[in-house]
Nanobody, 124 residues
Framework: QVQLVESGGGLVQAGDSLRLSCAVS????????MAWFRQAPGKERECVAA????????YHADSVKDRFTISRDNAKNTVFLQMNSLKPEDTAVYYC?????????????????WGQGTQVTVSS
């Protein structure tokens, strides 16, 4: 059984930074492409960033491009989301997700495992 545990969320002010972490256990991490999704109240879940198993291919949503950066450390079985210049509209629950393929996906239904989510709240 694969387990994903997110950490690093919190309450910050607009313009601040946060770094989310997702620790993966249970299987060989390097075999999984990873992604970060978020869901704000009353809105659909959206993919904000995704990364291939090798780390060579990445995706960042237009809404976070140049502010958020996804990365992974395969030696530590961890994927990160560095979030800079945070805006109130970034407020959401952020989820880490894994899929058992080398290539990433931005579709939530194509992921096999999910974390419990971590709340990010950005005040104006």
């Amino acid at each position: 059984q694969v387990q994903l545990v997110e950490s690093g969320g919190g309450l910050v002010q607009a313009g601040d930074s946060l770094r989310l972490s997702c620790a993966v256990s249970g299987r060989t991490f390097i075999n999984y492409a990873m992604a970060w999704f978020r869901q704000a109240p009353g809105k659909e879940r959206e993919c904000v960033a995704a990364i291939s198993w090798s780390g060579r291919s990445m995706y960042h949503a237009d809404s976070v491009k140049d502010r958020f950066t996804i990365s992974r450390d395969n030696a530590k079985n961890t994927v990160f989301l560095q979030m800079n210049s945070l805006k109130p509209e970034d407020t959401a629950v952020y989820y880490c997700a894994a899929r058992q393929t080398p290539t990433y996906s931005i579709r939530d239904y194509e992921h096999d495992y999910w974390g419990q989510g971590t709340q990010v709240t950005v005040s104006s």
